[in-house]
């Protein structure tokens, strides 16, 4: 176990759908990241959270919403998505940003088939 | 833009053998290097690291190799074993104040 826990792990939604990928971190770390993850490509930075503000958003299509209610929590929200949008969804954390040696820990992921 | 990069996509070896993953990494100013492994069904997990101030780092049965010079970053794998198959990344970043700028990984099977 790495102290961070995805939910769910497999989702399979339907280009109209509404729904929301969840992680939360057991590590006491002040930032937290979504990544995604595709065949073939490198992990693609999405968000970037830390002590609960957005630091970072990497040109991500507003269908993909990011929450974050407190520093263990962070969810996805994701409304209206294309079938391109399914991949590995992988939640991290660590413990600051600006450190030297930001080490991020990573979940299992979400595995997202849009239909 | 900078990147990171892997030389070699696929990489088999036998059990037993010494194992060794490359990543040529663009940004010169990069000071600080992650490698992750990533097993089937399973987020990447952090392997080792090091800094641009070492030149080598060695942990249970892995070592990092830096080379700032031509920006080439190597791990090493001794006695590979059945458990090590699984896609290594490489990390880069600049005094951790830019996100960790992955690689595409390497796939490693071990050939019992």
């Known amino acids: 176990e790495t102290g961070v826990t995805q939910t769910p792990r497999h989702l399979v939604m339907g280009m109209t759908n509404k729904k929301s990928l969840k992680c939360e971190q057991h ?3 002040n930032a937290m990241y979504w990544y995604k993850q595709s065949a073939k490509k490198p992990l693609e930075l999405m968000f970037v959270y830390s002590l609960e503000e957005r630091v970072e958003n990497n040109s991500v299509p507003s269908r993909f919403s990011p929450e974050c209610p407190n520093s263990s929590h962070l ?33 299992a992921g979400t595995r997202l088939s849009v239909l | 833009g900078e990147s990171v990069g892997l030389h070699l996509p696929t990489l088999s070896v036998q059990e037993g053998d010494n194992s060794i993953i490359n990543c040529a990494y663009s940004n010169s100013a990069s000071d600080y290097f992650i490698w992750y492994k990533q097993e089937s069904g399973k987020g990447p997990q952090f392997i080792i690291d090091i800094r641009s101030n070492m030149d080598k780092r060695q942990g249970q049965r892995v070592t990092v190799l830096l080379n700032k010079t031509v920006k080439h970053l190597s791990l090493q794998i001794a006695a590979t074993q059945p458990g090590d198959s699984a896609v290594y990344f490489c990390a880069e970043t600049y005094s951790g104040n830019t996100p960790l700028v992955f690689g595409k990984g390497t796939r490693l099977s071990v050939i019992a």
């Open chain 1, 75 to 107: 969810f996805l929200h994701l409304h209206t998505l294309q079938p391109e949008d399914s991949a590995l969804y992988l939640c991290a954390s660590s413990q600051d940003l600006g450190l030297a040696q930001n080490i991020q820990y990573f979940g």
């Open chain 1, 27 to 29: 590590l006491g770390h």
